[in-house]
């Protein structure tokens, strides 16, 4: 189930960075490319509560990940925080 982040939240060192991208890889090549440039510019700028957003994000599946990236879609209430709100605007970016 998604959470919002605790108070413990921090950002990911090396090892764990590197599982993230592991897990970010997706079915849907769209989904690959995206992910993977935002790695590229952002993984080193993101603050503790912007990684917790990204990993709830990523348990979406592959189809509404991308809808709500290509702004096709927008988050649902149960899941709209300011948190994931801005990483899925540096998704829209990347």
Avoid: K
Avoid at 8 to 14: G, H, I, L, M, S
Avoid at 21 to 31: P, S
Avoid at 58 to 66: H, K, P, W
Avoid at 69 to 87: H, K, M, S
């Amino acid at each position: 189930m998604l959470q919002d982040a605790s108070p413990e939240a921090r950002v990911p060192d090396a090892a764990e960075l590197r599982r993230m991208r592991w897990r970010a890889r997706r079915g849907l090549l769209e989904n690959d490319l995206i992910l993977g440039r935002f790695f590229e510019h952002h993984a080193q700028s993101l603050s503790a509560q912007d990684w917790h957003a990204l990993q709830s994000l990523l348990e979406l599946d592959d189809n509404t990940l991308l809808e709500l990236v290509l702004g096709q879609a927008a988050l649902p209430p149960d899941l709209c925080n300011a948190d994931r709100i801005r990483v899925l605007r540096l998704l829209r970016t990347a």
